[in-house]
Nanobody
Framework: QVQLVESGGGLVQAGGSLRLSCATT????????MGWFRQAPGKEREFVAA????????YYADSVKGRFTISRDNAKNTVYLQMNSLKPEDTAVYSC?????????????????WGQGTQVTVSS
């Protein structure tokens, strides 16, 4: 059974930091591109970041570039999202996703498996 479980969300003040984790089971983790998406109330799901299976190449949405860092630990089957300099606009449910491909993707339809998400709330 494939399972992706996010953790690390919470409430933080603007300018603060959070580190999200996504632990996976049931898939050959190292063969998947991993991505992070977010969705705020009333908005479409938005691409945040993606990392290739080896961890050497990353891709970020312009809105988070320079503030967020995606990384992965293939030995632990886990992908991370380090979020710094958080803004109220970053408030959303953040979801981890796995893509069975070697190429990066920034569309939700490009991913095969999804976690349930973790809430991130940034206060002013």
């Amino acid at each position: 059974q494939v399972q992706l479980v996010e953790s690390g969300g919470g409430l933080v003040q603007a300018g603060g930091s959070l580190r999200l984790s996504c632990a996976t089971t049931g898939l050959t983790f190292s063969t998947y591109v991993m991505g992070w998406f977010r969705q705020a109330p009333g908005k479409e799901r938005e691409f945040v970041a993606a990392v290739r299976r080896g961890g050497g190449q990353t891709y970020y949405a312009d809105s988070v570039k320079g503030r967020f860092t995606i990384s992965r630990d293939n030995a632990k089957n886990t992908v991370y999202l380090q979020m710094n300099s958080l803004k109220p606009e970053d408030t959303a449910v953040y979801s981890c996703a796995a893509r069975l491909s070697i190429s990066l993707a920034d569309r939700p339809d490009g991913y095969n498996f999804w976690g349930q998400g973790t809430q991130v709330t940034v206060s002013s």
